[in-house]
């Protein structure tokens, strides 16, 4: 049963811009802070960004800081995240993610996986 569907990856020039999206059922989207993550060929996963259930907070990694926004679309259950200032290094399979924080912890634990979709930036 697929719970987190992405879309919106392809090809696209350095400097381009382009949007993911992220689709999932009301309970997932209501209850659950969502993530992404992506994955370079023979790199290890990397935290792209976070926004908390309410979306209230964003969180992002240093790569994408300033250039990568999420947002959360309340009447679609639909997490976006809108990446901008594309750089060849942004080249990865990016994952979807549902998660709940760790109580007492800096932690967070994903419950829920995308399938990925692929991102690929030319220069």
């Known amino acids: 049963q697929v719970v987190l569907l992405e879309s919106g990856g392809g090809p696209v020039q350095a400097g381009d811009s382009l949007t993911l999206s992220c689709a999932t059922s009301?309970?997932?989207?209501?209850?659950?802070?969502m993530a992404w993550f992506r994955q370079s060929p023979g790199k290890g996963r990397e935290f792209v960004g976070r926004i908390s259930w309410s979306g209230g907070n964003t969180n992002y990694g240093d790569p994408v800081m300033g250039r990568f926004s999420l947002v959360r679309d309340n009447t679609k259950n639909t997490v976006l995240l809108q990446m901008n200032s594309l750089k060849p290094e942004d080249t990865a399979v990016y994952y979807c993610a549902a998660g709940v924080h760790i109580p007492g912890t800096q932690q967070y634990r994903y419950d829920y996986w995308g399938q990925g979709t692929h991102v690929t930036v030319s220069s």
């Open positions: 009301k309970r997932i989207f209501s209850n659950f802070h």
